[in-house]
């Protein structure tokens, strides 16, 4: 565990004075009267692998700093769906994870705000652009990732394959490769979990090297027109399952068991983001067969990679013990060591780099972090996506294009792709007036 730094501390301490000021007298929530933060919390993770383990530990710790507040876990598989839904309620626990697909001007409806943007810049990454709204931030990082594509090194190398692809021509010839001289399936698509698809969509601004590529979906009639990176993506997924490369009933997928497939190298390659590669590694016999690979495509013979912060942690708005809900999200960010413990970008800009993306050097390649909304355009593309109905960042829509690929649906990619780009211009226009 990391020591809590001076900064946090100060973070911490200004923050239960203001709140002791705006309660009148400590009367605040969380807060005795003497300023002490204590109160029972229930914190909501996606996490069911190790709550019982790690996060145990993470409670000892934290409890023995914060001798007045008792911390309780909520593991839930189904993280998106089940809060999502859950939010039409006030009982969403105290800390949460922010689901995706919350729209940013819905935060302050959700969530208490944690500080300014401009504050909190100076400490943290991923806030600008990320869970903020009118100069609001509203919910810090559990961990940053690079986005790309988890694999086992043993497996490629049996099928000959040396070289990291640079196009999905490429990455398709090595599928073929892995599926003519493995015994192992080459890509795995996580279907019946669905929420392993989502991580698809994490690939904005990889295609186009272009960090405003989010905002720009405001701004087209047809996102899935050839060429454009919704295109590129998607094809790709629908390319790899269409000739046979990836699991053969999709339906009985299962994402626990998928690492240990992976790691024994009975499964190739996943598309995640590099939050995955310490699950990967923990799951597999020899830990140095799994690698990362940057998305197959190139601008200007250069690799682009999208980094950005995984959940973030907030504070329910209804929650009673808002200080000590803080008190755990600060902790969580500063002291829990769980970004470096799962390989991932600190959330702290003075924290520690990762080794799991070691594979990424000696290659030709650009991080790049998406450019947060222009002013009058929060939430702009949420609120068509919504309007369409399409879910980039749920399952539906991905699941729909492997049926089609797998022949279950009768549609053909034409036909999803041009179902899609309708639904897009119509949600548009309607948004627009």
Same mark, same amino acid.
């Given at each position: 565990?990391?020591?809590? +730094?001076?900064? #946090?501390?100060?973070?911490?301490?200004?923050?239960?004075?203001?709140?002791?000021?705006?309660?009148?007298?400590?009367?605040?929530?969380?807060? #005795?009267?003497?300023? !002490?933060?204590?109160?029972?919390?229930?914190?909501? +993770?996606?996490?069911?692998?190790?709550?019982?383990?790690?996060?145990?530990?993470?409670?000892?710790?934290?409890?023995?700093?914060?001798?007045?507040?008792?911390?309780?876990?909520? %593991?839930?598989?189904?993280? !998106?769906?089940?809060?999502?839904?859950?939010?039409?309620?006030?009982?969403?626990?105290?800390?949460?994870?922010? @689901?995706?697909?919350?729209?940013?001007?819905?935060?302050? =409806?959700?969530?208490?705000?944690?500080?300014? /943007?401009?504050?909190?810049?100076?400490?943290?990454?991923?806030?600008?652009?990320?869970?903020?709204?009118?100069?609001?931030?509203?919910?810090?990082?559990?961990?940053?990732?690079?986005?790309?594509?988890?694999?086992?090194?043993?497996?490629?190398?049996?099928?000959?394959?040396?070289?990291?692809?640079?196009? @999905? !021509?490429?990455?398709?010839?090595?599928?073929?490769?892995?599926?003519?001289?493995? =015994?192992?399936?080459?890509?795995?698509?996580?279907?019946?979990?669905?929420?392993?698809?989502?991580?698809?969509?994490?690939?904005?601004?990889?295609?186009?090297?272009?960090?405003?590529?989010?905002?720009?979906?405001?701004?087209?009639?047809?996102?899935?027109?050839?060429?454009?990176?919704?295109?590129?993506?998607?094809?790709?997924?629908? =390319?790899? /399952?269409?000739?046979?490369?990836?699991? @053969?009933? @999709?339906?009985?997928?299962?994402?626990?068991?998928?690492?240990?497939?992976?790691?024994?190298?009975?499964?190739?390659?996943?598309?995640?983001?590099?939050?995955?590669? /310490?699950?990967?590694?923990? %799951?597999?016999?020899?830990?140095? $067969?799994?690698?990362?690979?940057?998305?197959?495509?190139?601008?200007?013979? +250069?690799?682009?990679?999208?980094?950005?912060? $995984?959940?973030?942690?907030?504070?329910?708005?209804?929650?009673?013990?808002?200080?000590?809900? &803080?008190?755990?999200?600060?902790?969580?960010? $500063?002291?829990?060591?769980?970004? +470096?413990?799962?390989?991932?970008?600190?959330?702290?800009?003075?924290?520690?780099?990762?080794?799991?993306?070691?594979?990424?050097?000696?290659?030709?390649?650009?991080?790049?972090?998406?450019?947060?909304?222009?002013?009058?355009?929060?939430?702009?593309?949420?609120?068509?996506?919504?309007? %369409?109905?399409?879910?980039?960042?749920?399952?539906?829509?991905?699941?729909?294009?492997?049926?089609?690929?797998?022949?279950?649906?009768?549609?053909?990619? !034409?036909?999803?792709?041009? $179902?899609?780009?309708? &639904?897009?211009?119509?949600? &548009?226009?309607?948004?627009?007036?």
């Amino acid at each position: 565990m990391r020591k809590r +730094t001076a900064s #946090t501390t100060a973070v911490t301490t200004s923050l239960v004075l203001a709140l002791a000021a705006c309660g009148g007298g400590g009367d605040e929530p969380g807060a #005795t009267q003497d300023g !002490e933060i204590a109160g029972d919390i229930t914190v909501l +993770t996606q996490r069911t692998d190790i709550v019982d383990t790690v996060f145990a530990e993470y409670k000892e710790a934290f409890e023995a700093e914060y001798p007045d507040v008792s911390v309780t876990f909520e %593991a839930i598989t189904d993280y !998106e769906g089940e809060v999502t839904t859950r939010m039409s309620t006030t009982d969403y626990g105290d800390v949460l994870l922010i @689901p995706n697909s919350i729209n940013p001007t819905d935060l302050p =409806d959700f969530f208490e705000p944690l500080g300014t /943007v401009e504050e909190l810049s100076d400490t943290y990454r991923f806030v600008a652009t990320e869970q903020a709204y009118g100069g609001q931030v509203y919910g810090i990082a559990i961990t940053g990732n690079a986005q790309g594509i988890v694999y086992n090194k043993a497996v490629w190398e049996e099928a000959g394959v040396t070289e990291v692809p640079t196009s @999905p !021509e490429e990455f398709l010839d090595a599928l073929e490769a892995v599926q003519e001289g493995t =015994d192992a399936i080459p890509l795995y698509t996580n279907y019946a979990d669905g929420w392993p698809l989502t991580q698809w969509e994490g690939h904005r601004g990889t295609v186009t090297a272009d960090p405003e590529a989010a905002n720009a979906l405001a701004h087209t009639d047809a996102p899935w027109a050839e060429g454009e990176e919704h295109f590129v993506i998607d094809s790709l997924l629908f =390319d790899a /399952v269409e000739a046979g490369y990836t699991e @053969p009933d @999709p339906v009985t997928t299962n994402w626990e068991e998928s690492k240990g497939l992976l790691g024994r190298g009975e499964v190739s390659a996943m598309v995640l983001g590099s939050w995955a590669i /310490v699950q990967m590694q923990a %799951a597999a016999e020899n830990p140095d $067969d799994i690698g990362y690979l940057p998305f197959p495509y190139q601008v200007d013979g +250069t690799f682009h990679v999208n980094t950005g912060g $995984d959940y973030k942690n907030g504070i329910n708005v209804s929650s009673e013990n808002k200080a000590a809900a &803080r008190a755990w999200i600060d902790w969580f960010a $500063d002291e829990s060591g769980y970004a +470096t413990d799962e390989g991932g970008l600190s959330p702290r800009l003075d924290g520690p780099d990762p080794d799991t993306l070691s594979d990424f050097e000696g290659l030709d390649l650009e991080y790049i972090e998406l450019a947060p909304a222009p002013d009058g355009e929060e939430g702009l593309v949420n609120e068509i996506d919504s309007q %369409a109905q399409i879910g980039f960042w749920s399952p539906d829509y991905r699941q729909r294009i492997v049926d089609a690929a797998r022949g279950a649906s009768g549609e053909s990619k !034409e036909e999803i792709f041009a $179902d899609l780009n309708d &639904r897009w211009a119509a949600a &548009r226009a309607a948004v627009a007036d």
